[in-house]
């Protein structure tokens, strides 16, 4: 069975760094395309930032670019999401997708981003 569980949300101020973590069990991250997606309120949920199967070439969103870092430890199956420089408009629920033949979701962890 796969789960995939973030941790490491919270309350930041502005300006501050937070780490996300993507513990995920049942499935080889290499087997699959990693992304960190979040949803503030009233809007979509948006992709971020993903990881290709081979761990090259990251995306990220162009309101991310240069603040925040998606990577992969394929021993611990961790995927991590820092994220530095935090604004406001990064106040979100963050979640976790696995992509292959099939897709997984994380439950959410919530970032606030407030002073």
């Known amino acids: 069975q796969v789960h995939l569980v973030e941790s490491g949300g919270g309350l930041v101020q502005p300006g501050g760094s937070l780490r996300l973590s993507c513990a995920v069990s049942?499935?080889?991250?290499?087997?699959?395309?990693l992304g960190w997606h979040r949803q503030a309120p009233g809007k979509q949920r948006e992709l971020i930032a993903s990881l290709s199967k081979s761990g090259k070439s990251p995306y990220y969103r162009d309101s991310v670019e240069g603040r925040f870092t998606i990577s992969r430890d394929d021993d611990t199956k961790t995927v991590y999401l820092q994220m530095n420089n935090l604004k406001p408009e990064d106040t979100a629920v963050y979640y976790c997708k696995a992509t292959s033949s099939s897709i997984y979701w994380g439950q959410g962890t919530q970032v606030t981003v407030a002073s």
């Open positions: 049942g499935l080889t991250l290499s087997d699959y395309i």
